[in-house]
Nanobody
Framework: QVQLVESGGGVVQAGGSLRLSCAAS????????MGWYRQAPGKQRELVAV???????TYADSVQGRFIISRDNTKNTVYLQMNSLKPEGTAVYYC?????????WGQGTQVTVSS
């Protein structure tokens, strides 16, 4: 059974930092591309960052230079370091694991950035 468990969300002031973690189980972690997405109230879910099985990263333009995605294959965990947070970053952040036709989602963790 695939499980993706996010942690690290919370309330932070604008300009602050948070680090999200996503622990995966039930998958061959090192084969999967791992991603972070977010969904703000009333908006569609959007890509934040992705790291593929080889370590190549992709970022949304809105977070480029402020967020860093990384993975630890020994711990089956992907991280999202979020710096210089902005109020528009308030959203539920979801972890995603994707390989071939397999597409798995976590339950999400709330991030609230106060102005």
């Amino acid at each position: 059974q695939v499980q993706l468990v996010e942690s690290g969300g919370g309330v932070v002031q604008a300009g602050g930092s948070l680090r999200l973690s996503c622990a995966a189980s039930g998958i061959l972690f090192n084969r999967f591309a791992m991603g972070w997405y977010r969904q703000a109230p009333g908006k569609q879910r959007e890509l934040v960052a992705v790291i593929d099985s080889g370590g190549t990263t992709t970022y949304a333009d809105s977070v480029q230079g402020r967020f860093i995605i990384s993975r630890d294959n020994t711990k089956n965990t992907v991280y999202l370091q979020m710096n210089s947070l902005k109020p528009e970053g308030t959203a539920v952040y979801y972890c995603n694991a994707r390989w071939s036709w397999r597409d798995n989602w976590g339950q999400g963790t709330q991030v609230t950035v106060s102005s």
